[in-house]
């Protein structure tokens, strides 16, 4: 690990950085008091694990990671919901880095499995979780309201 490069637990004050980094991600403006109470609702609920990266004290990256018990699995998996390295930090291995610690936490946890979804605009994603050791394994269906 580069030594500038810190990995902790998201706090509750890590808020702006979050919603700033997720509306980056999703190119739009989501409303904030919505997204607060949803952010704090997640960072609540002891079945989230909320990492943040920090290099020379600035956020730099996050990772959202909801478990769950699933009865197809017969056990508890876990799921990538937000992953995000700003722009000029990527390619760094800071995502690996955030990566590694979530596999250390599903090991820990004795997690059946870790999910990602990427959406399908983002096409070089497929490559990054690839080389990370993921399998496109599945197709995932949505339908929008």
Known sequence: ?????????????????VY????ELENEELDFEVFAAIFNENLA???????IAEKDNEGVGFISFHTQNL???CGRVGEIQE???????????????????IMQYAEEH?????????NKRRVEN???YENLGF????NKFTIYK
Do not use: A, W
């Open 1 to 17: 690990m580069n030594p500038s490069t810190k990995i902790r637990k998201i706090q509750t004050s890590d808020l702006d950085l």
């Open 110 to 118: 004795k997690l059946q499995s870790i999910e990602v979804t990427t």
């Open 45 to 51: 609920n002891p079945n989230n694990f909320y990492l």
């Open 83 to 101: 992953f995000f390295i700003s722009e000029k930090h990527r390619g760094k291995g800071i995502g690996r880095q955030l990566i590694e610690k």
């Open 126 to 128: 497929v490559m990054i």
């Open 71 to 73: 009865l197809h699995h």
């Open 20 to 23: 700033k980094s997720i509306c």
């Open 135 to 138: 399998t496109l394994s599945h």
